[in-house]
């Protein structure tokens, strides 16, 4: 873990060594100045020695303002290296996010993920500002500190000494239990964060079904869990003040109850008292400053572990080396294809497909829900890989294939159509950033789109809002189309991708796509006969296994489920996955 984060460090690495050496010299200064305050005290105030007292003063003013200026370049300079680790970490993280598969996707949740890339990266970059400035400065302080207390009094050190070991015992017993707590807070960040993404994005579905108390007594049940863990935590911090306090109090009365009979006897001076009072201060501070320490580190490292999982994480797909990058037509094969989720671990979604397609083929896939429509077509952009069995794509294994021509020539548009903030335009050039005008108008002409964009004010400028919520679900889904056709594909793969355009906008897309687009290969996921009953071919998958796989014409007489199908759909347009309407219906 350590090993990955720091080598984010990068392009920041001088900032991050130049912060200690500026810091190591302002603590140098910080600590002679009370020692050239006693000489000021006994050799020119007390001395009545005004020379000294200018000079001396002089010197305390250069030193401070030296002092100063070492703080503000540490300052400056740690302000650069944390704040530019923690962009280097944010984006080593996204870059390889996008690298992942759809099943390196399924291991995080996206609260899980934003928080890593939020809350933890911000808990890293606190800490490794605070390893570069006070981790320096704290322990260099108390060793100085303690050198010049020794120097001015090797006796009256000792009182101090004592009591920084009962302090330091007291701090770290009670910093063993805050760390703790602590690491309990940033886990229950993930479920708070978790209940705000997920109402959130899906707030429109919360109000309709009135749900908003429901989800407010979630959000608070969430919060509260996160109060609780903070109060404990900040409670058991609260507990080092106190203690410092009174371990630096009774210090103070037993120097300076020590230190009087010391001046009185002449072998201590006023200023070398008044100098290990701040040389105390200073000590006990840096005790405070190292105790906070360990609690950032202790929070971090979890931190840590979390953001190097996102960074150090392979994809399940990567691209073949050396990689083919010409796909010479749109053919599909099957090889006794089985699929199954998490890697080959979970329950198979799809068992010994096999399937021939040519090239320009027009072919449909049906089903009910769960029986392995929307795995198959993954297969074929390879989204997932087969568990086993290969699939082919123009002759070509798809794991031989480079990954950015395979998905190019075969253009998705999936279930949840999805259009991003921008204009018309900025979308649909998402499938081509070079398109033209006329390219895009063509696209749209294809998936119906263009007769409600050009009657829109801007036309193909009208902005998209955030998810697309200024257009209805049927236009979304054929910009979508028409985005997936500007990258002019071998093959195009529609999973139920007309679920929300009536009848007649249907046919005309499937009718057009076959007049204009004649050579590229249509894989038609559909839940109406109607979206795919002029297929070529059709394919009828029942739980993860070909049922069926003919025309139209062929399955009505011979496969049973498409015929249960076309009954439900024809005499009463019921829902095939419905119980009730698969039980109504029987053959003979």
């Known amino acids: 873990m350590l090993k990955t984060l720091l080598k984010h460090i990068g392009q920041y690495r001088t900032a991050a060594i130049l912060t200690p050496i500026f810091i190591m010299l302002e603590v140098v200064l910080d600590v002679l100045i009370p020692y050239v305050t006693s000489w000021l005290i006994d050799r020119g105030i007390n001395a009545g020695d005004l020379a000294n007292v200018y000079r001396y003063g002089a010197l305390m003013l250069l030193m401070a303002l030296l002092s100063l200026a070492m703080g503000i370049l540490a300052g400056k300079y740690v302000a650069k290296a944390s704040t530019g680790f923690a962009a280097n970490l944010r984006r080593a993280m996204y870059r390889n996010i996008q690298r992942f598969a759809f099943s390196d996707i399924d291991k995080y949740s996206t609260s899980g993920l934003v928080t890593r890339m939020t809350t933890d990266v911000t808990n890293l970059q606190n800490a490794f500002q605070m390893i570069l400035r006070t981790s320096i400065r704290a322990p260099f302080s108390m060793i100085f500190s303690i050198v010049m207390c020794f120097i001015i009094s090797p006796r009256m050190s000792l009182i101090f000494l004592i009591a920084t070991v009962v302090l330091a015992v007291v701090l770290t017993l009670v910093i063993g239990k805050v760390c703790a707590s602590f690491s309990q807070v940033f886990l229950q960040y993930y479920v708070l964060n978790s209940s705000v993404q997920e109402n959130v994005s899906a707030i429109r579905v919360v109000k309709a079904f009135v749900r908003e108390d429901y989800e407010n007594q979630k959000f608070e049940l969430a919060a509260r869990g996160l109060y609780n863990l903070y109060v404990k935590a900040e409670s058991l911090m609260a507990v080092t003040h106190p203690v410092m306090n009174l371990v630096v109090y009774a210090c103070i009365i037993a120097i300076s109850w020590v230190g009087a009979h010391f001046v009185v006897g002449g072998t201590l001076t006023t200023g070398q008292l008044t100098s290990l009072f701040t040389y105390v201060m200073s000590i006990f501070m840096s005790l405070m400053m190292l105790s906070m320490i360990f609690v950032q580190i202790t929070m971090s490292a979890a931190s840590g572990k979390r953001v190097a999982e996102v960074i150090n994480e392979v994809p399940d797909i990567v691209n073949p080396d050396p990689a083919d990058r010409e796909i010479s037509n749109g053919s599909i094969d099957f090889n006794r294809v089985s699929f199954a989720y998490g890697g080959g671990s979970g329950e198979y979604a799809l068992h010994d497909i096999d399937l021939h397609i040519k090239a320009g083929e027009s072919i449909g896939v049906i089903g009910g829900t769960g029986s392995g429509k929307s795995s198959l077509i993954n297969l074929v952009s390879r989204l997932y890989d087969a568990t086993r069995g290969t699939v082919m794509v123009g002759g070509k294994n798809v794991r031989s294939l480079d990954l950015a021509t395979l998905r190019d020539q075969v253009a998705v548009v999936l279930q949840k159509n999805v259009l991003f903030s921008g204009t018309i335009a900025d979308n649909l050039r998402w499938g081509n950033a070079q398109a033209t005008d006329a390219e895009m108008r063509a696209a749209c002409h294809i998936a119906c789109a263009d007769e409600f964009v050009e009657q829109m004010p801007l036309g193909y400028d009208t902005r998209i809002e955030q998810g697309g919520t200024n257009v209805s679900g049927g236009q979304r889904q054929r910009l979508c189309i028409a985005r997936a056709l500007l990258k002019k594909p071998l093959v195009l793969v529609l999973d139920d991708s007309t679920s929300a355009c009536d009848n007649a ?78 039980k109504e219906v029987q053959f003979s």
């Open 505 to 582: 906008t249907d046919a005309t897309i499937r009718q057009r796509m076959a007049t204009e687009l004649p050579t590229m290969t249509r894989l038609i996921i559909a839940q109406r006969i109607s979206s795919i009953r002029d297929c070529d071919r059709i394919l009828v998958l029942d739980n993860g296994r070909k049922s069926g796989w003919d025309t139209h014409d062929n399955l009505l007489r011979t496969n049973a489920i498409y015929q249960e199908i076309c009954a439900i759909q024809d005499e009463d347009a019921g829902d095939f996955d419905s119980p009730a309407g698969r």
